[in-house]
């Protein structure tokens, strides 16, 4: 039998969330519902985040309500402070995540804060969350570089991704925010995480921005990371990371894994309606 790779789809929330057009929440329901009957275990719908920072999420609480949910998928959604934890619990998601960096820049420019100050601030979100055996996610931005700083060191991921581990999350998704990793910076960033951080607790998250997204998920799984974030049609990027257009598209990565000799789970012919439907979302035809 072949071995179990992971992808965990971002595309509902990572993907849309910085498209300029407002997409309606009937569009965001169709698209979750389309990726449920691919076979995803876990998928990201929303954030629970201010919408005056990012209003495309305004409608967070509309769109858990109305997806056709299935019993064999985790639904999770990003609430980084209390607030958005408790609006996220009353709409029924099943985990929620918090994002940190590894860059102090990118960290002020993304949220605001500190590295330290937004560490703090997730203490008492993963404490509730852990009170009600709610799963906490972690994401770790700028593992390899940041676009502000530039080349991060492998031991400033070690201390952001140590401290989620102890603080409680499940899993932490080392994100290489802008694309800037190759083969060879994502081994070493790996070999360096994985001493302080079980490796059967990490994920990888790559953006294709240099076309090196594949190459870098295979030095992963190299270094035994088995889960993947993706994002169907290659939806996404980051308004604080300029130049990163776009998140390693889900189903390149479920082709990639299967030539590889990887099984997905996943329904390819039901992952690919869902592209259909999220490139019709980006361009404004559905």
């Known amino acids: 039998m072949a071995e179990r790779v992971e992808i965990f789809e971002v595309g509902p929330r990572d993907g849309l969330q910085n498209e300029k057009r407002l997409i309606p929440a009937a ?19 929303t954030s629970f985040v201010s919408p005056k ?32 934890f408790d609006a996220a619990v009353a709409a029924g998601v099943d985990e929620v995540a918090i994002f940190a960096a590894a860059s102090e820049a990118f960290s002020q420019a993304n949220i605001n804060a500190s590295i330290a100050e937004s560490l703090a601030r997730f203490a008492p979100v993963v404490a509730a969350a852990q009170a009600i055996a709610m799963p906490v996610r972690g994401y ?48 070493r960033m790996l070999a360096a995480v994985a001493q302080a951080v ?29 889960v993947f974030d993706a994002a169907v049609g290659g939806l996404g990027g980051c308004p604080y990371a300029p130049g990163a257009p776009g998140n390693v598209a889900t189903e390149a990565v479920a082709r990639h894994l299967a030539q590889r000799g990887f099984e ?23």
């Open 198 to 226: 079980p490796v059967a607790r990490l994920a990888g998250h790559f953006h294709d921005t240099g076309g090196w997204a594949l190459a870098n998920i295979d030095a992963a799984l190299d270094q035994g990371v088995r």
């Open 264 to 286: 997905t789970g996943l329904d390819m012919a039901a992952l690919d309606r869902a592209v259909a439907l999220a490139k019709g979302l980006r361009d404004g035809n559905a």
């Open 27 to 45: 569009g965001k329901i169709a698209l979750v519902d389309a990726l449920s009957r691919a076979g995803f275990r876990r998928i990201e719908v």
């Open 140 to 187: 770790v931005s700028c593992v390899v570089a940041c676009p502000y700083e530039g080349d991060i060191a492998p031991e400033a991921v070690v201390r952001v991704a140590e401290a989620l581990n102890v603080m409680g999350c499940y899993e932490i998704s080392l994100g290489d925010t802008i694309g800037a990793g190759r083969p060879e910076s994502v081994a």
């Open 53 to 84: 920072w990012v209003p495309q999420m305004a409608d967070a609480t509309e769109v858990m309500a109305g997806i056709a949910r299935r019993p064999t998928v985790r639904y999770a959604a990003l609430a980084p402070n209390l607030k958005g």
